[in-house]
């Protein structure tokens, strides 16, 4: 390296000194503003996202601290008593630099309408009983053969399990979806007994393979039923590889 190279070298790195001089000073301001505005803070106002069936009336009966700074609230024991609300599956909270707390609801999403005798409730996936909320009906399969009482029991039984997966095997094939509107757990063979929207048709799913099942179904009710009407049948029988057994009126 030459001296006039040398020089060159020595007099920029002279030259960005002050850059970055003025770089570290802003970054010292911004964590020092940083810390002012945690210190200094305060939660004034609460504001709900993403409920639908819980009401804002119910979220506002979860006593939220105002007034305070955010490092002096528990968010987690906020949290859980949010979450306690029925269809409150999950909420995360998050606090504006303007004061405002976010708490966004994930809801728990009804898949059947239990109905035992006179009670009538929704349930989720996971097996919790869910009010039905004014107003806010959902088409869903209705649901046999389960206790809808208490309420705070959770439908935990390896026969719910399997209904579980049906429903979800359920929601995911479209003639199925369709045309299916009455569930119940038999604990004979027969399993998973669905009844058809039109006419009453009874459809016996066994207790597993139900992907399956529900295609075949599909492919039935698109290839007989279409053809003969589904007022000729009485049942149908798709517990059977490679067969459909069917009783006709």
Not at 93 to 116: C, K
Request: no cysteine.
């Amino acid at each position: 390296m030459t001296e006039n190279e040398q020089h060159n070298e020595s007099q920029n790195s002279k030259n960005a000194w002050p850059w970055i001089a003025g770089a570290v000073l802003v970054l010292g301001l911004a964590v020092m503003a940083g810390l002012y505005w945690n210190s200094t803070m305060k939660v004034e106002r609460v504001q709900f996202e993403g409920n639908h069936f819980v009401s804002a009336d119910d979220l506002q009966l979860v006593e939220v601290p105002t007034g305070m700074n955010p490092d002096s609230m528990n968010f987690g024991d906020i949290r859980n008593r949010f979450e306690e609300l029925p269809y409150v599956k999950q909420a995360d909270i998050s606090v504006e630099p303007n004061g405002t707390m976010n708490v966004i609801i994930t809801e728990r999403q009804p898949v059947a309408l239990l109905v035992d005798n006179k009670k009538k409730i929704y349930v989720d996936s996971e097996g919790i009983k869910l009010p039905i909320a004014p107003g806010k009906t959902v088409d869903v399969p209705i649901l046999y053969g389960f206790s809808a009482t208490p309420m705070q029991d959770t439908l935990q039984s390896k026969a719910f399990k399997t209904v579980s997966d049906f429903l979800t095997a359920v929601r995911s094939n479209d003639v199925a979806d369709a045309t299916i509107s009455e569930i119940a757990w038999s604990s004979s063979d027969e399993g998973i007994v669905a009844l058809t929207n039109q006419n009453g048709v009874k459809l016996i799913f066994g207790k597993g393979n139900f992907n399956n099942r529900l295609r075949n179904w599909e492919a039935f009710y698109g290839e007989v039923i279409k053809q003969k009407g589904i007022e000729k049948m009485r049942s149908v029988d798709l517990r059977f590889e490679g067969q459909v057994v069917t009783r006709e009126n």
